[in-house]
């Protein structure tokens, strides 16, 4: 419509611009700050809030560099955090990809094929998906304790036995994947079984290629939960080397040993590529999350 | 379909099917004996739960009949696994004593008992260690009579302090033959003496005369005896009564407590427990100390109005700044949308472990960058980590900062489903932008939101990782009987009684997380039947 | 090339729970020979195409095809080639990818394989198109690829499902002639499901008609089974003549007034006598029945063969220039008439139409026809 702005749209949009900013000014300045404090010299906020005369210190230790203060005494990296980070992403890229095979055969099963007790399963995964891991520590522990008599591979303090953990949560994404499924015409696989192609080939062959942007979903999904994942990881975990990032950063801001500054590098360091990565996929990951529930 | 009753051709060579049935008999064999195992250590109920996976497992596979079930075994069983039965185990947990000092079975707390030694006075060796080869040595003991004793070489490994887990300590058993002179080699030095010390203290020495040693001393070897007995039948024993054999007190399980305690001669107990209890079984006491004990009680209905308070404020608040911002981000004459949406989803993106920790640090009373702030412009410095109040409007600041992109995503997908010609409609009865929003916008959206606001409701009800990463809960409630803080959800709280502090006490740790399991189970099922409804 | 033989088959998806979907089938189809499967949605016509094929299991009764038995088989095994109603082409293969599919999958060799790819290409003309995705065909290159994937299997039997119905009206005449043309030269057994009978007349050797079952405890839902004409001139009951013929048969209730081998008199109950060349012998004066008369067997009174007269309310009259057709209403029942081009009938006036004895189909109050003893035609 080729129609003349009205003075009152100006003015509305003007005034759309002007909240839109003071909101962002609002929800980016503690991205902003943490990045500021990470050139600041010191651990502690003292005088001003822009770095005066910046320092790559903290950076050099987020990087598992040693550093010589003022005093000439080396300080090493107070903690590792490239070796958490890449324990972090070890842990979600194997489970993410688990995850993405348990879910997208049981989705397959769930939206194809007829067996007793099919209707009674979905249900029961939609609310058993609602109960937080975080309330069954306890059991997670014992059943873990469990593990390590007998199974110490998979046990307590060990990354497969968090990733095996992080397993049970596929739940609502057999629901994501099973509704992609079923927006597949049927007769594609029954066409392939006419072919000669046996239910696994036509899964493989026909069903498969054709859900990739379904499957990217769920893994970034399954990727960030992971990542973020903190109760379940702060209970099998123990040793300092093992821990995930989620669990390890929060010993940056003991009130005994306070190191606000190293915490910001290694924060802007590990959150920087997994905040691209979602910023990447957000686009794809829009539909998945409004068809699920809520970020966990 | 017809899948089902097609059995899979080329499958049916025979090598391929005999590797098949080889494989399933090995994994059925060697699971038969780890069951074995968990239900002779008394571990019933995890042999139970793991013979019926795998059973379920190898018919799945093994069955023509259930080749579907194939597909859905991994997944079904990894969630029976990590979701139900924790759930489960949960639930059972709450109605035991499981705790700290009641960690124990009944069995490993007996076998503790009888396994405790007393020494014998009077009967001392000394002791030194010949080195017989890496890590190999000969155990020598010589008695205050002169006889003297020595064992074949052995190995004394020191156990890997950083082994994951902790190595086994079974004691060493070691034999010793008597002997006249002493090897003529140098024994070792004090000093490695003290570096085997610790593998030295579970060294168990036989002597020919059946009596065993063990060290007592830097130096020393002592004659022990088990410290209880179980009293035989002939005094009146049933098996359950351990008789002391240092003070002859006699001992029995309470089974009502998870304690040995000491008797009367009536049988009545008397004595206080004797450490390590053992966990039993103990009804709704866990549940009743939720509802009546006051110390529970008070803390917890605090903490349980506060969780309702905070995930309704929580939903509110991202909800109100969501819809209306997806609205203007939305606005299709609004220059700069992309670049709107890409910078507010923002918050959302930041992994939220390092965005609470980041909020806890900016937060920080006197060395937060917030209060900076704060004391350069109004010159006030507040304890946002001290006052209760001020702590749960941080929360909620740093919850709907967190959550808000969430709910303003939804709501995008939502208003693009809604038609154009409804706004043009209501423009031409002269409607204006407030009254859009209020009359067509939100009423629309709310249907399809619903379940969608429950199950965000239900998520910030359970929103462990804020509250454990930004305040753990604190300021402390004053005069609370368990770990309990003013900011604290009932999740935290869970997790604070069966994780902080020395009690440790899962039985009611469990109690709280089942009431939480059935309010979580009600929103589940209310949100289900909404679903099915918006279909 | 191949026979198929149906055995008294029987398809219910949950036995015991819900209703028949096809209740005892019997069907013996000759080798070579274009069958249409037709009848109304819900009839059980593509469940039975797909019985066949092996995608449905079928509940009891039997299936062979060229005399074995196939009701185990698994559909690769069976020697039919199918086509989709939506095409179910692979959409992320080419169409020589989604050609070649099944017999890489069989694993038949390689140059066997191209040669039989590139003879169905040219048979269908599809050569130009072979690097495509499916994404970019049209609708009928869509629908050649779906029929070439079946042909390269080089199956006994040719099974095709609804095969028109996603293409225009236009495109939909044009394929149909093709088909024919095709099945004449290649001459295998084609089974063929359509709900529209202008396909199944125009295509068949022999049509297949199917009613949905309900609960009033029919014994079969297949209503008759022969060639086009003879289901046109002597439907076996009121079902099929209602469903075969374009308009759609006219029926008016009536009861006998005089049986008779040869002719037999009606009296509707509009109050006229009508008499019709049906052989009623077998039923008596005062039975009810129903007549039914198609639109194009109508004549004009002053015809000589105007043996009978009915009158009704003009409701609206449709010119298409080579025909016309005047919608009536006698005795409260729709009641259409095919004229003479430009025959004028003003809206709510009385029109008397003119039928011949000869042009009267007769059904019994079970629905059963009443053998007719003699065959109208207009000319």
Redesign the interface.
Known sequence: MAMV?SQS?IY??LA??V??WF??AL??F??L??IA?SFRTGN??VGD?IPSNPTLDHWRLALGMSIIDESGRTIPPPFPVLLWLWNSVKVAVISAILIVA??T??A???A????SGRSL?L?A????????????????Y??FS?I???F?PL???THPGLI??Y?????LH?WTIKGYFETI?K??E????????????AFR??LL??SVPILAVVFILAF?TA??E??VAS?LL??EAKLT??VG??Y??NPQE?K?GD??AA?VM??LP??LV??LA?RWL??G??AG???? | ?A??T?S???AGTSATHWLKWAVLGLIALINLY?VT??YI?G?TV?ALVFLILVATGLYVFAAERA???R??F???A??F???????A??IW?AFTN?SASNILTFERARHYHLSQTYRIEGQNYDFSLYAAGPETYRLALTAKTGERFISEPVELRIPDAKA??PAATAPIEIDLTAIDTPPDQPPLAVKELVRLRGVMQNVVAHLPDHSDLRMSGMRQFSATRPLFQVLPSAQGGDGSILVNQQTKERIAPDMRLGFYRQINAEGEFTGPGIAPGFSVFVGWKNFLRVLTDPGVQGPFLQIFGWTLTFSFLSVVFTLAIGTV?AS?VQ?E????RGL?R??????????????I??????F?QN???IN??LSQVFGIRPGWFNDPTLARTMLLIVNT?LGYP?MM??C???LKAIPADLYEASAMDGSN?IRDFFSITLPILMKPLTP?LI??F??NF?N??LV??LTQGRPDIIGAQTPAGTTDLL?TY??RI??EGSGQD?GL??AI?TL??IM??I???I??KLMRVDR | MADVKIDHLVKNYNPGVARDVLRDINLDIKEGEFVVFVGPSGCGKSTLLRAI???DDITSGDLYIGGKRMNDV???NRG???V???Y?L???MTVRENLA??LK??KIDKAIAKERVAQASAMLGLDSFLERKPKALSGGQRQRVAIG?ALV?HPDVFLLDEPLSNLDAALRVKTRIELARMHQERGSTTIYVTHDQVEAMTLANKIVVLSPLTDDGAASNLEQFGPPLDLYHAPANRFVAGFIGSPKMNFLDGMIEEAGEQRTRIKLDTGISLTASVDSSRGRAGDKVEVGIRPEHTVMLDDPRADNRVTGTVQVAEHLGAETFVYLEVGGKDFTVKVRPETPAAPQSQFDIGVPADACYLFDAKGQAFPRTARFSRT
């Open positions: 702005e749209v509305r949009k759309a611009h909240f839109l909101f962002l929800i980016i503690p991205l700050m943490v404090i502690f906020a809030i348990l879910s055969t049981c397959y099963a769930f194809r094929l007829r067996f399963l249900k995964m939609l609310i058993f998906q609602m109960f937080p891991a975080v309330l069954a520590l306890v059991a997670y014992a059943l469990r390590t008599e007998y110490p046990g307590l303090n095996f953990a397993l049970g949560g596929i739940a057999v015409d007769s594609l029954e066409s392939a079984m006419l072919d000669g192609a046996s239910p696994w080939q062959l026909i290629p054709l960030i990542i973020t903190y109760p209970i123990q040793d990032l989620a950063s929060q940056y801001l306070y606000w915490f910001a924060a590990s959150g997994i905040t979602f910023l957000q829009v539909g999350l409004t529930g809520v970020k966990g | 379909m899948v089902t097609v899979i051709e080329g780890a195992l968990m250590q571990e995890f080749y579907v079930h597909y859905i991994p997944g079904v990894t969630m696994i990590f979701i139900v039965f924790p759930l185990y949960t947990i499981f994951q887990p911002l203007l606005w004459g609004l220059a700069g709107y890409l910078l507010l989803i923002l918050p959302y993106a930041v992994p939220a472990f390092i965005s920790l980041v909020f806890r640090g900016l920080n060395f937060g960058e900076l702030l900062w969430y995503i939804l995008m997908g939502l932008f969608l199950a965000s239900a998520f359970n462990f990782v454990q990463l999740v869970t997790y069966a994780f899962y740790a469990s997380a939480i399991f979580v189970g929103l589940a099922l949100n289900i | 094929a092996g995608l698994p559909p690769v039919v080639g199918m989709f109603q939506s179910a692979y959409p992320h599919f099944g999958i069989k994937r299997q």
